[in-house]
């Protein structure tokens, strides 16, 4: 059996990427490691958790005792586990620089021992290069990260090419755009907005919500990974985008238009302080390896917004009884001026 460890594999991209995993590739044995944070939930991989091929470990990556031996005896390593709201990066930024950046430190230097690894996929994100004004980025494009989850991913993103450069091990980094599909924690736009709308809660639109994000199904990118961690060149970048460029206005109308609500519930509220405007990737390089996304991104999108209305299980212990979740929305929401 392949060996593949997962970080961050009970949050919404490592979840997907658990279950698309134990689908497709019958030889690979499956271990997730996670600190379940509040946004790592069992329930995100509720099907899979007795799979004789998966195997759950409740850790912290920032834990070498922890993490170290995993790391040792796995053949694949994806990366997936960081803390990944920018919002609450902004109010403090703590937990992102132990996560993302030392996290990773801890990985990669278990990785220097690990004497079967054959890749380290460090999951980036299309953020570290900043707002894109016009154009599209590449992966030589200079980075310019704006907030501190994007200069700890930033940070992560290059600590783990200098381990490539410096060891030998064998890292390929990934920068994906906005994912979009199931178990995403409803804190990011869509699930919170799907979510809020269907209570007919209004939703809190940022500035004059012209902002742009690159949607990529969850499910493009999970097979976008698999497709790098067999035909990646080590020391190499790639962006990982859906190619579904759409302002947040707009985006938010065909939410409404999905769920037959009226626009009237769109609640424009102050903009997050340095509001990257807009990303967008150029995917070339990826697509040389035989990779386009499959997922057409009105298709997706009714999809998804279908997948929160059935799931009511899901999002709506969290919104209603987790106090820590309350909390932050009122301190996100209800305080913001
Ligand atoms: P998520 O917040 O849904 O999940 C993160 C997971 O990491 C959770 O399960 C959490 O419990 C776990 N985790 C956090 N700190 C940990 C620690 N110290 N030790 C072990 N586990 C820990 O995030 P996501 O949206 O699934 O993102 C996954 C990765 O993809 C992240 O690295 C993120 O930067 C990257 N990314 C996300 C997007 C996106 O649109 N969501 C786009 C590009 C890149
Ligand atoms: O681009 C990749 C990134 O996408 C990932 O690296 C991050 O981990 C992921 O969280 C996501 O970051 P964003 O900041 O783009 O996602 P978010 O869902 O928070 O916001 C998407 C857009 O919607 C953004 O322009 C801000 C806006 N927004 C967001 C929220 C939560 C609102 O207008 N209102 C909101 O309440």
Not at 163 to 182: E, K, L, M, Q
Not at 274 to 302: E, I, M, N, S
Not at 312 to 320: F, G, N, Q, S, V
Request: glycine share 8%; hydrophobic share 40%; with cysteine.
């Amino acid at each position: 059996m392949v060996e593949v460890l997962v970080t961050g594999g009970a949050g919404f991209i490592g979840s997907n990427f658990v279950r698309y995993a134990l689908q497709t590739h019958p030889d690979w044995h499956l271990t997730t490691l996670d600190k379940l944070t509040y946004a790592g939930r069992r329930e995100n991989l509720h099907d899979v958790m007795d799979d004789p091929r998966h195997t759950f470990v409740l850790g912290d990556i920032c834990n070498a005792d922890i993490a170290g031996p995993l790391v040792e005896r796995a053949n694949i390593v994806v990366h997936f586990a960081a803390e990944t709201h920018v919002d609450r990066a902004i109010m403090a930024a703590g937990d992102f620089i132990r996560t993302d950046v030392e996290g990773t430190f801890v990985l990669l230097e278990a990785a220097r021992r690990a004497p079967g690894l054959r890749r380290f996929v460090q999951i980036s994100t299309d953020e570290v290069y900043g707002s894109v004004p016009e154009g599209a980025s590449t992966e030589h494009d200079e980075l310019k990260p704006r907030n501190p989850y994007s200069a700890s991913k930033a940070g992560a993103d290059r600590l783990a090419y200098s381990y490539f450069a410096t060891y030998d091990v064998p890292v390929i980094v990934t920068r994906a755009s906005n994912n979009y599909g199931p178990y995403q924690f409803p804190e990011k736009v869509l699930p919170l907005f799907v979510t809020n709308l269907v209570d007919n809660i209004p939703v809190p639109l940022y500035g004059d919500g012209g902002n742009v994000r690159d949607w990529l199904h969850v499910l493009d990118h999970c097979r976008a990974v698999d497709r790098l961690i067999d035909d990646a060149r080590n020391g190499e970048v790639y962006n990982i985008g859906g190619g579904n460029e759409v302002r947040n206005l707009d985006l938010t109308h065909r939410v409404l238009d999905l769920m037959e609500k009226p626009a009237s519930l769109i609640k424009p509220v102050p903009d997050r302080p340095g509001h990257d405007r807009r990303y967008a990737l150029d995917t070339t390089k990826l697509r040389a390896l035989g990779w386009a996304p499959q997922v057409p991104f009105l298709q997706g999108l009714a999809e998804t917004v279908a997948w929160y209305q059935a799931n009511e299980w899901w999002w709506r212990p969290i919104k209603e009884r987790d106090p820590a979740f309350k909390a932050y929305y009122e301190a996100q929401y209800d305080r913001r001026p």
